[in-house]
C-alpha cells in the first residue's frame, strides 16, 4: 500500500512564459524510455516479484524506497509540463477567435486534444509510454545491472532536456531530478558492488558530466540532498541502510538514510482554461443542479 501526500519536492519558479515545445520536449522525461515513469514502474514490478526477500532484504527495501520515490518525480515532471502549456493558448469561452490556433504548430497537438493542455504519458515525440520498457527478470544481479543503466540513460536525457529548455520552472525540477536520480545511481552501484565485489562507482559520473556543473543541481547538492536515501515509510524498508553507506563515490560526503520524505511545497495552482472546457462545469448550472438535488 502507499500513503499519497498532496505536496512536490520542490518549490517551482513562476516559469518565464509557455512553451509548448519546451513542454513536449520536457515529456521525455515523463513517459520516455528513460523517463520516471519508467523507473516508477521497473521498481515497483522488481518489488512485487522479489523472491527470497527475506535472505535478500536490504535489496528488496532499497528497491522499494527507491520506486516510492519515483512516484513522486512523475508528479514532478508533471508539473513542469503543466507549467510550460500554461498560458500557451488564449483564454476565454469565444470559439470563433480560434484560441487554440498555437496548438497547430506545437510539436504534440495532443496536449490541446487529448488533455486540458497538460502532461501526458508519452514521450518527447508524443509515443505512448509502453510496459515493455520494464525489465523485472527476477533475477536480482541483473535487474540491479538494468536499474545502474537505466538511471545513467535517465540521466543523460535529464542534461539534454536541460540544454533544450532554459525556462527556470523546467530547470529547477531537472536539477532537482538530477541530484535524486544520481542517488540512485550510486545506490544501485553500491549494491552491485555488494553483490560481486566490482567498483562500480569507479564508472561515474555517467555522462562524464558532474551535477555540480548544473546551477540548480549545485544548489541541492550544496544542502546535501545528494548524500540522503529517503525510507519512504513510518515502519519498513528500514534495511536500506546496509547498502547506502561509506562515502560517495565524487565527493566522499558521507552517505546516509532518513526516515520520511524529503521537504515538501504545495503543488502549482494550476487555473482553468475555458477554451478547453477544462474543467467546465459552468458555476451557475452546478447551483440549478445542487437546488434540483435538494428538491427546492
Ligand atoms: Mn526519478
Ligand atoms: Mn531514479
Not at 528500514?238 to 552517505?255: M, R, V, Y
Request: with cysteine; hydrophobic share 40%; aromatic share 8%.
Amino acid at each position: 500500500m502507499i500513503v499519497r501526500i498532496d505536496q512536490v519536492p520542490i518549490q517551482f519558479p513562476e516559469p518565464n512564459g509557455p512553451s509548448p515545445n519546451g513542454a513536449a520536449a520536457v515529456q521525455e522525461l515523463l513517459g520516455g524510455k528513460f523517463g520516471e515513469m519508467s523507473t516508477l514502474m521497473n521498481y515497483t514490478f522488481q518489488s512485487f516479484n522479489f523472491r527470497g526477500r527475506e535472505r535478500l532484504r536490504p535489496y528488496y527495501d532499497l528497491i522499494c524506497n527507491i520506486a516510492a520515490e519515483e512516484y513522486s518525480h512523475i508528479e514532478l515532471v508533471s508539473y513542469a509540463i503543466n507549467l510550460l502549456l500554461t498560458g500557451s493558448t488564449v483564454r476565454g469561452m469565444d470559439p470563433s477567435k480560434a484560441p487554440l490556433k498555437v496548438a497547430a504548430d506545437a510539436r504534440n497537438a495532443y496536449h490541446f486534444l487529448a488533455s486540458g493542455q497538460a502532461a501526458l504519458p508519452v514521450d518527447s515525440m508524443g509515443n505512448p509510454w509502453t510496459g515493455s520498457y520494464v525489465t523485472a527478470t527476477g533475477n536480482l544481479k541483473l535487474d540491479l545491472l538494468h536499474n545502474f543503466f537505466l538511471e545513467c540513460g535517465a540521466r543523460a536525457n535529464k542534461m539534454r532536456v536541460y540544454e533544450m529548455v532554459d525556462d527556470p520552472a523546467a530547470r529547477e525540477m531537472v536539477g532537482f531530478l538530477l541530484v535524486r536520480g544520481g542517488v540512485h545511481i550510486v545506490a544501485y552501484a553500491k549494491a552491485l558492488e555488494e553483490v560481486s565485489g566490482v567498483d562500480v562507482g569507479k564508472l561515474l559520473p555517467i555522462p562524464d558530466l558532474s551535477n555540480k556543473a548544473f546551477p540548480e543541481a549545485k544548489k541541492y547538492e550544496d544542502a546535501g540532498l545528494h548524500q540522503i536515501l529517503f525510507q519512504f515509510s513510518p515502519n519498513d524498508y528500514g534495511q536500506a541502510d546496509k547498502i547506502w553507506k561509506g562515502a560517495h563515490p565524487e565527493d566522499g560526503s558521507p552517505l546516509r538514510v532518513v526516515q520520511g520524505m524529503p521537504q515538501g511545497f504545495a503543488p502549482p495552482v494550476l487555473e482553468e482554461e475555458p477554451q478547453l472546457s477544462a474543467p467546465g462545469m459552468d458555476p451557475d448550472m452546478i447551483a440549478d443542479m445542487a437546488k434540483k438535488v435538494m428538491g427546492h
